[in-house]
C-alpha cells in the first residue's frame, strides 16, 4: 500500500463513514412515539397466566382487521424471589387482528423479557396493555386502545431441575423461619397453609391452619417454588382467601432477617474477598511481567516511531500525542480500505441493529464465514509463494491451517454467546445482555473474560509481514527498523467484521445503558446513539488489536506457529469446556447471587489494568528511558 496519503483524506474518509452510520441509524428509527388519545375499547384480555407458545387475546371493539398490531405492556414486574422491576416498558409485535380481538403468541424471548434471562422464574406483571395500529396516511399519529388494570402471570420458557429444587428448598426454608408448613392442594390448585406455630411469626401476623395464600408481594403464588419474599426485605404482604370468604384478606408478615440467614446472602461477600485474593495473586503472576513488557515495549516504539519528527518538541506533546500518533500511524494509507470499513461497518450496523440481511440464525455466522473464507484464501497464497522460490500447494494449505488455528477464539467465543443466551441469533445475545459494562458477558464470569483475552491475542499476528519480527519484538532495544506496513485487503477487512462481532458478542453492540432492548420512546435519537455506540465499541477493538500488532511490530504467524498449536488451540478447547460446566453447572441461588458481584469486580480489574498501562505508558515516554525490567504490580 502506498503510504502518501494526508491527514485531511483520512478524516474526510472517517467523516464519510460516520455520515454513512447516521443514515443507517436513521433509517433504522423506529415509529414516532405513541401519544395519540385511546380511540379504540379493550374489554379484557384471556388466559390471565402464559406458558411459552400461549395464546394471549385480547377482546374489544373497532380493530382494523387483517392488520398487525403493536403491543406495550407498561407497569410493575413482580418475579419471586427477586426485587420487583417498577415502571418497565414491553412492546411485542401481534399478529394480524379480527375486528373485536387481537391475539398474541408468547415466544421465549417475550418470555424472557418477563421473566429475566438466566435463573428465570416466574413473574406477575401488574399494569396497563396498549394496543396500537399505524395509521394508514403518512405523518398520522397511530390508533390505540388501552386496557387498565391488567395482572398477568408469565411462566419461563425453561428451568432446570436443580434450580427448580433449590428454590423450593427456598420456600420451604421460608415457611419455617415464618413458623408456618405450607403444602399444595392438588384438589384446589392453590397454596395452604397446613400448620402453624402459635409462637411464630405468621401466627403473629394473623395467618391460621387452612388459610389459602394467593399472593406474596405482588407475585401470584402459582406454585411453592414462588413463597420466597423479596431480597432484604423487612415486612411481606400475603394475601390470603379465608374459608368460604369471597373477598381475600392481607397480612403482614415480620421477615426482617430471613435473607441475611441465607447462604446466598453470603456469596457477594465471599466472592468479593476471593476476587482481592486472586487480583493479588494474578497480578504477581507472569500476567505482570507480560504487562510490564508491553508497558515498556509500546513506549519504546512510540518513541522510536516518533523521534524523527519530534526534534525539538516539548517532552509533554511527545507524551500527549504519542498514542494518537500510533494509531494514525497503523492505519491504512490508500482510500480503498476505508470504502471496505465503511461497507463491512454498514453490514455489522444492520445486523447489531436487529435488521435481518440473509436469516436471524445465520446472519453472525454466515458473516464471520465469508470473511474467514477470504482470509483463508489470501493466507494460501501468500503461504504457498515464497520468493525465489515455486508456489507450494503444501506451504499454503500449511499457513491455512495455522490462520485457522488463531482464528479458533473466535469460534470459541460464538459458541459461549449461544450457551450464555440460548441462540445465535444477534437480537437474543444482545437481550442476554445489558447496557453497563459490567452486564456484558466480557466480564459475566472469568471464563468469559480469558475467552475475551485470548480473542483479542489471537488477531494480533499477521498473514504476511516482515520476517524476525517477533525476535525484534522480544528486543529490549528501543531502535527498532522501521517496517513497511503489509496488511491485505481482506485481512483488514476480517480485522473490521471480527471487531464488530466482539462488540456484539462481548460488549453489548448497540445496548444503550439505561434503554430496555424494546422500549417504546426509542426515537430516532436512540437508534442514532445505539448505532455510534455499536460503532466506537467495535473501533474501541479494533484499536486494541493494532495497538497490540504495533508493539509487537507486526509479528507473523508463521512465526508463532509453535505457540498456536501447543498452546491458544488447547487453551481455547478448554476454556469452551469451562464455560459450558460454568453456564449449565451453577444453578443454584448461592451461585446466582454471586454473578453479579463477579461481574462488578472483574469489570473493575480490567478498567485497573488498563488504566495503570496508560499511566506507565505515558511516565515512560516523559521520562530519559522506559523502564521494563520490573514488575511494577508488586
Not at 425 to 449: E, H, K, M, N, T
Not at 620 to 625: I, K, S, V
Amino acid at each position: 500500500m502506498c503510504r502518501s496519503a494526508s491527514s485531511a483524506e483520512r478524516a474526510a474518509l472517517l467523516g464519510a463513514r460516520w455520515l454513512a452510520i447516521l443514515g443507517l441509524g436513521l433509517c433504522a428509527s423506529c415509529e414516532p412515539r405513541d401519544a395519540s388519545p385511546n380511540l379504540l375499547e379493550v374489554s379484557d384480555l384471556n388466559p390471565h397466566s402464559l406458558e411459552v407458545g400461549d395464546r394471549l387475546t385480547f377482546n374489544g371493539s373497532g380493530f382494523p382487521e387483517g392488520r398487525a398490531a403493536k403491543l406495550s405492556f407498561h407497569g410493575d414486574v413482580f418475579r419471586a424471589g427477586q426485587s420487583p422491576l417498577r415502571d418497565v416498558t414491553i412492546v411485542a409485535a401481534a399478529a394480524a387482528s379480527e375486528p373485536h380481538s387481537i391475539s398474541l403468541t408468547l415466544t421465549a424471548e417475550l418470555a424472557r423479557d418477563f421473566c429475566g434471562a438466566g435463573d428465570a422464574v416466574h413473574a406477575t406483571f401488574r399494569g396497563a396493555t396498549t394496543a396500537s395500529f399505524a395509521a394508514r396516511e403518512s405523518g398520522a399519529p397511530p390508533v390505540r386502545g388501552t386496557l387498565e388494570g391488567v395482572v398477568l402471570d408469565v411462566n419461563p420458557a425453561s428451568i432446570s431441575k436443580a434450580a427448580l429444587s433449590a428454590h423450593e428448598a427456598e420456600a420451604v426454608r421460608f415457611g419455617e423461619f415464618a413458623g408456618m408448613a405450607v403444602v399444595h392442594s392438588e384438589e384446589r390448585d392453590v397454596l395452604l397453609v397446613d400448620t402453624i406455630d402459635p409462637e411464630g411469626r405468621a401466627a403473629r401476623a394473623g395467618l391460621m391452619p387452612g388459610d389459602a395464600l394467593l399472593e406474596l408481594d405482588g407475585v401470584r403464588l402459582a406454585t411453592l417454588s414462588d413463597l420466597i419474599p423479596p431480597p432484604r426485605a423487612r415486612l411481606s404482604h400475603l394475601s390470603v382467601r379465608r374459608g368460604d370468604e369471597t373477598t381475600p384478606a392481607t397480612f403482614a408478615v415480620d421477615v426482617a432477617g430471613f435473607q441475611p440467614g441465607s447462604p446466598s446472602e453470603l456469596a457477594p461477600a465471599a466472592t468479593l474477598l476471593g476476587f482481592a485474593v486472586a487480583s493479588l495473586l494474578l497480578l504477581a503472576s507472569p500476567l505482570g511481567r507480560a504487562l510490564s513488557w508491553f508497558e515498556g515495549r509500546l513506549a519504546s516504539r512510540i518513541r522510536d516511531r516518533a523521534k524523527p519528527k519530534a526534534l525539538g518538541r516539548a517532552r509533554g506533546e511527545l507524551k500527549s500525542l504519542g498514542f494518537a500518533r500510533v494509531l494514525l500511524s497503523e492505519l491504512p494509507s490508500s482510500p480503498l480500505p476505508y470504502f471496505v470499513f465503511i461497507a463491512d461497518s454498514a453490514w455489522l450496523t444492520l445486523l447489531a441493529m436487529n435488521r435481518t440481511i440473509w436469516a436471524r440464525e445465520l446472519d453472525l455466522p454466515v458473516l464471520f464465514l465469508g470473511s474467514l473464507t477470504a482470509l483463508s484464501a489470501t493466507a494460501l497464497v501468500l503461504g504457498g509463494r515464497e520468493p525465489g522460490r515455486r508456489f507450494s500447494l503444501l506451504r499454503g494449505l500449511r499457513h491455512v491451517l495455522l490462520s485457522l488455528v488463531f482464528q479458533a477464539p473466535v469460534l470459541v467465543a460464538m459458541a459461549c454467546a449461544v450457551l450464555l443466551s440460548g441462540s445465535l441469533r444477534s437480537d437474543d445475545i444482545l437481550a442476554a445482555q445489558g447496557g453497563w459494562p459490567w452486564q456484558w458477558f466480557a466480564f459475566s464470569s472469568p471464563v468469559s473474560l480469558a475467552v475475551f483475552v485470548l480473542l483479542l491475542l489471537g488477531l494480533v499476528p499477521v498473514l504476511s509481514a516482515a520476517p524476525s519480527a517477533l525476535r525484534a519484538a522480544l528486543s529490549d532495544t528501543a531502535s527498532t527498523a522501521q517496517r513497511q506496513r503489509n496488511t491485505t485487503l481482506p485481512e483488514w477487512s476480517h480485522l473490521i467484521l471480527t471487531s464488530g462481532v466482539i462488540s456484539l458478542v462481548f460488549l453489548g453492540g448497540p445496548r444503550v445503558p439505561g434503554f430496555a432492548v424494546a422500549d417504546p420512546a426509542a426515537g430516532a435519537w436512540l437508534q442514532v446513539a445505539a448505532a455510534f455506540l455499536f460503532q466506537a465499541k467495535a473501533i474501541a477493538v479494533m484499536s486494541c488489536i493494532l495497538l497490540l500488532r504495533f508493539a509487537t511490530g507486526q509479528v507473523r504467524i508463521a512465526e508463532l506457529s509453535g505457540l498456536g498449536v501447543r498452546y491458544l488451540l488447547p487453551g481455547t478447547a478448554g476454556l469452551l469446556v469451562a464455560n459450558y460446566f460454568w453456564a449449565f453447572g451453577g444453578q443454584s441461588p448461592i451461585f446466582a447471587a454471586a454473578r453479579v458481584p463477579l461481574s462488578y469486580g472483574l469489570f473493575f480489574l480490567c478498567f485497573l489494568c488498563v488504566a495503570h498501562v496508560v499511566v506507565r505508558v505515558a511516565g515512560n515516554l516523559a521520562g530519559e528511558r522506559p523502564r521494563s525490567a520490573v514488575n511494577p504490580w508488586l
